[in-house]
Structure formats: structure tokens, C-alpha cells
């Protein structure tokens, strides 16, 4: 890590302990200030900042002054919201699972500070027409995500994803993940939230889909960090352990332990620890990007390509290629929810997509594949194997 990052990590390392950050010498404020924010805790070092003093210290500009009480306001309304969409949900006798940003940000010191942009809420099959009607009547615009699973619902500052799954595209689950309504427990009336081992379990395989994807930045981590710092007096490691080992995530489980007894000290360690030369890697690949690591379409096209590459050598490029121009019906629906249940029209289903993606990007898919570095993909799979990652 840079003396930035290594800064960055300091600071929420305090605020996970409630102590004052140890700086000792200044940095420059710009670079500081970009990097929290990509990573969105710049809230969090605004906070610290200005609570013990060091805003001067490391020279730090105007908005770093002001960004706490920007992040608190945003989020006090978000939150304001959700609560009145929660209380309409009971309203309407509408069981209802939170879970994610809403649950994580309790775990928070301060729980204004752990943004969140769409709030994930679960809800049953049998109930979607009923809280799509109330939605609609609520004044919000919407759209199917994930083939039909999730649909999506925005209105000014609020932004909802009512799912009916708890699975999706590239998630690793276990069989008992499926029955996910049997790990629930009461908040009040129809509201319910999972239980600590199932929710933890599930943040994981959250984070590692995302790890194996475009990447999983700082925040992703200090979720964690703080949630295992909140309920390590009830909380059942070893149920998580198995949970997640029958999802084959037990290696990046010890991977994620070790990660924040690093950064964050959290007291639990992992069973297995990793090399010097690993965790410098790791941490690169933690910082490569932002909070949900390199979203830049060009970039993620070319993560995709070294991930085929990986698997298949030189023949996963025609592979690759293929698939962009005849994607399989689950992405074909997934993309174009017209198409969900309707497999007989997946020749059709290729014209529209080949027609789009043409539209939006050209050859420059095609371009990437054959650009593909081999070696590269091939190391990069090592290192995904090695820290538990494996596909």
C-alpha cells in the first residue's frame, strides 16, 4: 500500500476502535479526499478529521470540514424514507425481509456514516403483485432487474430493490441459503431481518462475488470488521464456517478474517493465515478501485475476458466471443426481461441484444477479447485460488 492508503486504512481503524487516529506526519488532503471517496467512507474520515483535530494537521481543504455533516444529512433522509416504506409494508401485511446497508449501518459507531445507495428489501413471490401495486400507487417508476427476481423502484432520492430471491447472477449459495425465510428473526410486525451467522454468511459470498467480479473495495471489509466487532459475544463462528464451507467459500472466509485482524484488529483470527507476499497482493486488488472495484465498463469487459482466459486458455477468447454474441437464455432474459419464459424466442433474443450491444459499444468488446494477455489471466486465476475465490 501507498503512504495514502496506508493513511485511509489508519483512520478507519480508529474509527472501528473509537480511538484517535495515529497520524504523524501531513499528507497531501486531494489524494486523501479522492481515495475515501472512491471507496465511500469519506464521511467516516471527515468525521474522524474534525472530531480529534487533524483537519489543519494534514492540511486538509474546505470540504473535508463539511463532508460529515453532508454524508449525515443524506443518509438521515434516506433512512427517514425507508422507514415510512417499511411502515406502509406492514401496513399492507406485506412479510418483509431488510438486510445489507440497512441492518450493516446498526453495527456503525455512527450509523449515518455506512452509505448505501438502493436499499435491498426481500419479499415474497406470492406478495410481488401486491407490493408492486403499492409501489406504483406510492408514485415510483420502476424496472425488472435479474430476470423478473428484482425489480427496481426510484422516486427523487429514494431508490428500492424488492427481491424475491436471495440468490443472484455469480453469488456462491449452499442449498440451506435457498430457505432463507428459515434464518429470520422479528424486528416488529412484518418486518424481519436475518440471523447474525446467516447474514454474515451471506455478506461474504456478497463481497466474493464482487471480489471475482470487477473487485470489492475498503468498505465492502470494514462491513465486516464492525459487524463482527458488534456481535462477537453472540455470534456462532463455526455456523458460519459451515455455511459458508458448503458454499466453498471457507478459504475466502479465513481470507476476509485475516484482512480485517490486519487492518482493523479485530480480535478473531483466521484458520489459516496468508503470506507476506499475498496480503501485499490483496491489497492491491482491494484498492485497484472503488468501493465495488473497477466499474468502468472497458474495465470490466477486460476483467471478464481475463476470467474466460483463466479457465480455457487461448480457446476461451472464441468461447468469450461467442457468448457475447449469443448469450445463453438465463442472460438473455436477465438482460431483457421480455424474454423471461419465453425461451422459444432466444434466436430473436440474440438479434436485439447483438443490435444494442452493437449500438452501445462496437468491436470494442471483440477488440479486448483478442487483446486478451493470457499469462496475465492465468496468474490472476492464482491468486483468486489462493485467497479462496475459486470458479
Not at 482491494?286 to 465498463?297: C, H, L, S, W
Request: one cysteine or more.
Amino acid at each position: 500500500m501507498n503512504s495514502t492508503e496506508k493513511l485511509l486504512i489508519e483512520i478507519l481503524s480508529a474509527f472501528v476502535n473509537e480511538r484517535k487516529p495515529r497520524i504523524t506526519t501531513e499528507y497531501n488532503a486531494t489524494e486523501l479526499y479522492e481515495l475515501a471517496k472512491a471507496q465511500s467512507v469519506s464521511g467516516i474520515v471527515g468525521y474522524m478529521l474534525n472530531k480529534y483535530g487533524f483537519t489543519e494537521f494534514i492540511g486538509a481543504e474546505k470540504r473535508f470540514k463539511d463532508i460529515f455533516d453532508k454524508t449525515v444529512a443524506q443518509l438521515v433522509r434516506k433512512e427517514f424514507y425507508a422507514q415510512k416504506l417499511l411502515l406502509k409494508l406492514n401496513e399492507n401485511e406485506i412479510p418483509h425481509i431488510v438486510f445489507k446497508g440497512l441492518v450493516v449501518k446498526d453495527s456503525y459507531p455512527v450509523p449515518q456514516l455506512r452509505t448505501y445507495g438502493d436499499i435491498d428489501i426481500i419479499i415474497r413471490k406470492s406478495d410481488r403483485e401486491k407490493s408492486h401495486r403499492l409501489m406504483c400507487d406510492s408514485g415510483f417508476a420502476w424496472e425488472l432487474m435479474d430476470g423478473g427476481d428484482v425489480y427496481s423502484y426510484k422516486k427523487a432520492v429514494e431508490h428500492y430493490e424488492l427481491h424475491t430471491t436471495l440468490n443472484s447472477e455469480k453469488t456462491k449459495f449452499s442449498k440451506r441459503m435457498n430457505s432463507f425465510w428459515d434464518y429470520t428473526k422479528s424486528r416488529g410486525g412484518f418486518t424481519y431481518e436475518f440471523e447474525n451467522e446467516f447474514h454474515l454468511s451471506y455478506l461474504i459470498s456478497h463481497i466474493e462475488k464482487h471480489f471475482y467480479g470487477s473487485g470489492a473495495g475498503v468498505r465492502m471489509y470494514l462491513d465486516i470488521a464492525l459487524f463482527l466487532k458488534k456481535h462477537k459475544d453472540n455470534l456462532d463462528l463455526a455456523k458460519v464456517r459451515e455455511i459458508l464451507k458448503e458454499c466453498g467459500l471457507e478459504r475466502f472466509f479465513d481470507s476476509t478474517l485475516f484482512l480485517c485482524n490486519k487492518w482493523f484488529g479485530i480480535e478473531i483470527k483466521p484458520k489459516e493465515e496468508m503470506s507476506d507476499e499475498l496480503f501485499n497482493e490483496f491489497c492491491r486488488y482491494t484498492f485497484r478501485g472503488g468501493v465495488f472495484g473497477i466499474q468502468e465498463k472497458e474495465s470490466c469487459n477486460e476483467n471478464e475476458v481475463r476470467q474466460a482466459v483463466s479457465k480455457r486458455g487461448r480457446a476461451g477468447k472464441a468461447v468469450l466471443l461467442l457468448s457475447h454474441i449469443f448469450p445463453p437464455y438465463r442472460e438473455v432474459r436477465r438482460l431483457y426481461p421480455f424474454f423471461n419464459g419465453k425461451p422459444y424466442l432466444l434466436p430473436f433474443g440474440w438479434c436485439v441484444h447483438f443490435f444494442k450491444a452493437a449500438k452501445r459499444s462496437g468491436l470494442k468488446n471483440i477488440k479486448q477479447i483478442a487483446k486478451a494477455d493470457v499469462e496475465k489471466a492465468k496468474s490472476e486465476k492464482e491468486f483468486f485460488d489462493q485467497v479462496g475465490s475459486k470458479r
